[in-house]
């Protein structure tokens, strides 16, 4: 799964009439017929006619991500209808699709007066409740299930799902959330002739090829790269502006279009009773990738001290290290985004059928960036970025240094599969 370190959420345009008789098209994009479907790495043609049935409602929020639903839930809680469209199969964002699910945060998250909102809080404590009732649970090991560090909380992917749709169920019964439409991309947006505000956009069934059009008073966009804004002739920016754009004293002379943040496939790992030979499957790349140096336990530490400071993690013990701060004491790589420990339960056993989240250096892809690219050479550049975390999978299990040099390689875990999400 993708993980896109990007986040929009635009309200785009003004209000509109209801009328979609005086609509002006907007300059088609510049693959009017084709869209990308990030969730599968590929381009879908869509079907020239959209469909006899036109929906409409007062808010159309584009991307399921945790900025879409929150808006969704905020706007239903108001009185407005909403419809939300979201290109993967699954609604939460990071929590869900990008499978960063023990949320990276500090400790003042949780105080009713800190940087979050009550919302947040609230569905923090109902993925927490789901665990509470677990039979077996440790009593207090609910509230970090996986004993995380990176987080005070952590859930696997579908149970946040589940505790967020509970959170918009009642606005689904009362039809202020008319649609939860998964697995749809924008294909183009529509404004009023005269004044130019949002009228609808058209969106693509990624499965079917099927085309929906959606009018709307208002368009949020809450998208990870902007689509909805730019398919709307919204001015954009991709990058760094240069330091005479916004007079930015920390800015460049010159701008760079190409200073964006990496993206990442994160992927999840079980610890097994036995060592198996489920090795993930080396990528073509492997030994070039492996060369850029990034397949390691070393974590480089920036902006604590004048000059950075690296860190060589252990898997599974503490690293005492000598750092310009002092003597520091570093918990394992592997407890670093555990979602599931087995002494989290009544007679696990550590570190059997643990689970954790990699999100590491070593699948953190930074050699090419997707956006602003053709769709082919978007769906190209995906599929290397995934190939570099399949072989961060491989070198964990085959190359990694054992903690107090027993080896190389932890064959005791496996990838997880789809199949393998489930509840738990």
């Known amino acids: 799964m993708v993980k896109l370190r990007l986040f929009a959420l635009t309200l785009l345009l003004m209000p509109t009439a209801s009328s979609f008789a005086q609509d002006v098209p907007t300059p088609a994009p510049l693959e009017y017929g084709r869209v990308l479907d990030i969730e599968k790495r590929r381009v879908v043609t869509a079907d020239k006619k959209v469909s006899d049935a036109t929906m409409t409602c007062d808010i159309l929020i584009v991307g399921g991500g945790l900025g879409g639903v929150a808006a969704a839930e905020a706007a239903a809680a108001r009185g407005y209808s909403v419809i939300i469209t979201e290109p993967t199969r699954s609604i939460g964002g990071q929590l869900t699709s990008q499978l960063v699910c023990p949320p990276d945060e500090n400790s003042h998250i949780e105080k009713p007066n800190g940087p979050s909102t009550a919302r947040w809080r609230a569905l923090r404590e109902q993925a927490r409740s789901h665990y509470a009732k677990l039979p077996g649970i440790v009593p207090g090991r609910e509230k970090n299930v996986g004993a995380c560090w990176v987080s005070r909380i952590s859930a696997m992917p579908d149970v946040w799902e589940k505790a967020i749709r509970d959170r918009l169920a009642p606005h689904i019964e009362a039809s202020r959330i008319k649609k939860i439409m998964t697995r749809h991309q924008i294909r183009s947006v529509a404004r009023l002739s005269g004044n130019g505000r949002f009228n609808y956009a058209d969106f693509v069934d990624l499965d079917t090829g099927k085309v929906t059009r959606i009018g709307a008073s208002f368009l949020l966009d809450a998208t990870e790269d902007g689509i909805a804004m730019t398919l709307a002739g919204m001015p954009t920016v991709i990058g760094q502006e240069a330091q005479s754009e916004h007079q930015e004293p920390h800015a460049p002379e010159e701008a760079h279009p190409e200073w964006v943040q990496s993206f990442t496939y994160c992927f999840l790992m079980k610890w097994e009773a036995q060592p198996n030979a489920m090795l993930a499957s080396r990528p073509a790349e492997y030994d070039y ?134 509840a738990v």
């Open 289 to 422: 990738f492996n060369g850029l140096g990034e397949y390691t336990l070393d974590y480089v530490y920036r902006g604590q001290t004048p000059e950075p400071f690296s860190v060589t993690y252990k898997v599974l013990e503490k690293t005492t290290a000598a750092t310009p701060l002092g003597d520091r004491n570093y918990l394992p790589f592997w407890t670093y985004r555990r979602l599931l420990a087995a002494d989290s339960f009544a007679g696990g056993m550590v570190p059997i059928n643990d689970i954790a989240l990699i999100n590491w250096r070593g699948n953190d892809f930074h050699e090419e960036s997707y956006l602003d690219k053709p769709l082919d050479e978007q769906v190209r550049i995906l599929e290397r970025g995934r190939q570099f975390a399949q072989g961060f999978a491989n070198w964990l299990q085959t190359e990694c240094p054992r903690d107090n040099d027993m080896g190389k390689g932890y064959p005791d875990i496996r990838l997880l599969t789809g199949a393998d999400e489930t």
